[in-house]
């Protein structure tokens, strides 16, 4: 028995961004690796590129995940 059943149909209403072809589409049509998603409306994912460019800034200035001044960190 799986445990995971494989879904090859989407539901109506669930919006996703792939990044494979850079295109909304409803319903998972791509593979889950290639997209963003799901979103609750079609505007939701045509911004999911700049959803993720405004959460990457968060993440990179949020102190909880820098414990040293950027000067004194080893980026290599």
Do not use: I
Not at 3 to 10: A, M, N
Not at 19 to 47: I, N, S, W
Request: aromatic share 10%.
């Amino acid at each position: 028995m799986a445990l995971f059943k494989k879904r090859t149909v989407g539901k109506p209403g669930e919006w996703y961004y792939c990044l494979q072809h850079q295109k909304v589409e409803e319903g998972p049509e791509c593979p889950a690796k290639d997209r963003f998603g799901p979103y609750t409306t079609r505007k939701e994912a045509e911004h999911a590129m700049a959803t993720a460019r405004e959460r990457n800034l968060e993440w990179e200035n949020d102190p909880k995940w820098h414990d040293a001044p950027a000067a004194n960190r080893d980026d290599d």
